[in-house]
C-alpha cells in the first residue's frame, strides 16, 4: 500500500478504535477509492482534537468512511491514507 501519510498499526487501531466509540462508523462515500483521489468536502469528517494530540500526524487531516468500513484520511481533498478494514481488525 502507497500511503502518503505512513499510519502505524497502533495509530491505525487507535484511530479505529476512537471512531468505534463515538460511533463515526457511518459509510459515507463508495468503496474503491485510492491514494491521491479527491474527495468531495461534503463527505468529510474532522477527527476529533483529542484523537490528533494522540495522532499528531492527523492535524490538518479529515477522513470518510467507505462502504467496506474502511477509514479513507484525507488532506487538502486529496486521500493520504486508507486503513483497509482487515488491517486493523485483528
Same mark, same amino acid.
Given at each position: ?34 491514494? =491521491?483521489?479527491? $474527495? ?9 482534537? /483529542?484523537?490528533?494530540?494522540? %495522532? ?12 467496506? =468500513?474502511?477509514? $479513507? ?9 486508507? /486503513?483497509?478494514?482487515?488491517? %486493523?481488525?485483528?
Amino acid at each position: 500500500m502507497n500511503n502518503v501519510l505512513q499510519i502505524t498499526a497502533v495509530e491505525a487501531k487507535l484511530i479505529r478504535e476512537f471512531l468505534m466509540k463515538i460511533d463515526a462508523f457511518k459509510p459515507m462515500v463508495e468503496a474503491g477509492h485510492k491514494v =491521491g483521489d479527491t $474527495i468531495p468536502e461534503d463527505r468529510l469528517l474532522d477527527f476529533s482534537a /483529542l484523537l490528533t494530540q494522540g %495522532v499528531p500526524k492527523l492535524k490538518n487531516t479529515n477522513y470518510t468512511i467507505d462502504q467496506n =468500513g474502511s477509514i $479513507i484520511i484525507v488532506s487538502e481533498n486529496r486521500i493520504v491514507a486508507i /486503513l483497509d478494514f482487515v488491517n %486493523v481488525a485483528r
